[in-house]
C-alpha cells in the first residue's frame, strides 16, 4: 500500500486547510485510514481514523468538532478538514493505513502502511 499526502501548508490561527491522502496499492489490507501527528520533541498521536466501507470515524478530543475525516467516493483518497486550526495543531501529519480499525485506533504501532508526512504549521 502507497500513501501520499498533500495539502499541508501555513495558516493564521482560526483558519482551515484540508489534508488529502492518496492510497493505492493492496487496499483489501486497509480497510481502517488514520492521520496521526507528530510535533517537534513530541511523540506521534492519533488525530482522527475511518474504516473505509462503514464510514465509521474516530477522534482524538483535541480535535472533535474542528476536523473533519472523511474519503472519496471511490474509497482511495482520505480527507482531512482542519477547522479553526490553533497553534499547538502545528505538526507534520501523516496519513496511516491498517486491516481494520478497533480501540487502539490511535496508536502508532497498530498501522502497517504510512505516508510521508505533510507539514501543517498555525501561527
Known amino acids: 500500500v502507497q500513501l501520499v499526502e498533500s495539502g499541508g501548508g501555513s495558516v493564521q490561527a482560526g483558519g482551515s486547510l484540508r489534508l488529502s491522502c492518496a492510497a493505492s496499492g493492496d487496499m483489501y489490507s486497509s480497510y481502517c485510514m488514520g492521520w496521526f501527528r507528530q510535533a517537534p520533541g513530541t511523540e506521534r498521536e492519533g488525530v482522527a481514523a475511518i474504516r473505509r466501507y462503514s464510514g465509521t470515524t474516530f477522534y482524538a478530543d483535541s480535535v472533535k468538532g474542528r476536523f473533519t475525516i472523511s474519503q472519496d467516493n471511490a474509497k482511495t483518497t482520505l480527507y482531512l478538514q482542519m477547522n479553526s486550526l490553533k497553534p499547538e495543531d502545528t505538526a507534520v501529519y501523516y496519513c496511516?493505513?491498517?486491516?481494520?480499525?478497533?480501540?487502539?485506533?490511535?496508536?502508532?504501532?497498530?498501522?502497517?502502511?504510512w505516508g510521508q508526512g505533510t507539514q501543517v504549521t498555525v501561527s
Open positions: 496511516a493505513s491498517v486491516i481494520q480499525c478497533r480501540a487502539d485506533w490511535n496508536e502508532t504501532g497498530t498501522y502497517n502502511y
